[in-house]
C-alpha cells in the first residue's frame, strides 16, 4: 500500500542533505557512539559469551547479535561511556542476559554481564537497576506473584558495583 518513492536526485536541496551528511561524519566519530547498531556491532566483534552461572540454562553460549534488544547509555567520568544492553531470548522468555561495555578513549571493553529471565533495565541517575520477576510455584509464565527483585549498580571508577538491592511489589524501580 505505501511505497518508498526513489529520491529526486534532481531537486535543488539534495546535495545540500549529501553535504550535511559528509560534513557531520567526523564529528560523529570524535565521540563514542552508543547505539542499538553499535551494540550489536560489539556484541558481534567482541564475540560476547554468556557464562554458565548467568545462563538460564546453565551452560555458557555466544549471544547473539541480532538478538540486542534495547541499549542504555551512561556518561562516565573522564569522557567515559557506558553502554548498556540487554539479549532477548528469541522466544517467550523476554529479555535472559545483559551487558555492560565501557569505551572511551578507545573502543568498548566488556564490564559486566549478568542473567535472568524476563528482566528489565533502567536508568535510575548515573546508575542502571536491574529488575527480575520473582515466580513462584505454579506461577504461569506470564504472571509472576512474588513480587520483584531489584539491583542497583553503580560506576565505581573501575567496575560497575552493586550499590544497593530491594524486592517489592512494583516492577517499577
Given amino acids: 500500500m505505501f511505497s518508498n518513492p526513489e ?3 534532481h531537486r535543488a536541496d539534495a546535495g545540500v542533505c549529501e553535504a550535511a551528511v ?3 561524519a567526523p564529528v560523529a566519530a570524535l565521540s563514542l557512539a552508543c547505539n542499538i547498531r553499535v551494540a ?3 556484541v558481534k ?3 560476547l559469551t554468556i557464562p554458565g552461572s548467568q545462563s538460564i540454562s546453565g551452560e555458557s553460549f555466544r549471544a547473539d547479535p541480532k538478538l540486542v534488544d534495547s541499549v542504555i547509555c551512561l556518561p562516565l567520568p573522564g569522557g567515559r561511556t ?3 544492553l540487554t539479549i532477548a531470548s528469541g522466544g517467550t522468555a523476554g529479555d535472559v542476559n545483559w551487558a555492560i561495555y565501557v569505551g572511551g578513549p578507545g573502543a568498548y571493553t566488556l564490564s559486566l554481564v549478568r542473567g535472568g ?3 528489565s533495565l533502567a536508568r535510575k541517575g548515573a546508575d542502571v537497576v536491574e529488575t527480575d520477576p520473582v515466580y513462584k510455584t505454579n506461577d504461569p509464565n ?3 506473584t512474588g513480587g520483584f527483585d531489584h539491583t542497583q549498580w553503580h560506576w565505581s571508577g573501575t567496575k560497575f558495583v552493586v550499590a544497593r538491592s530491594w524486592h517489592n511489589q ?3 524501580p
Fill in 40 to 42: 550489536s556491532a560489539t
Fill in 142 to 144: 506470564c504472571c509472576p
Fill in 117 to 119: 529471565y524476563k528482566l
Fill in 170 to 172: 512494583t516492577y517499577k
Fill in 7 to 9: 529520491p529526486d536526485l
Fill in 22 to 24: 559528509v560534513l557531520a
Fill in 82 to 84: 557506558a553502554m548498556v
Fill in 45 to 47: 566483534s567482541t564475540r
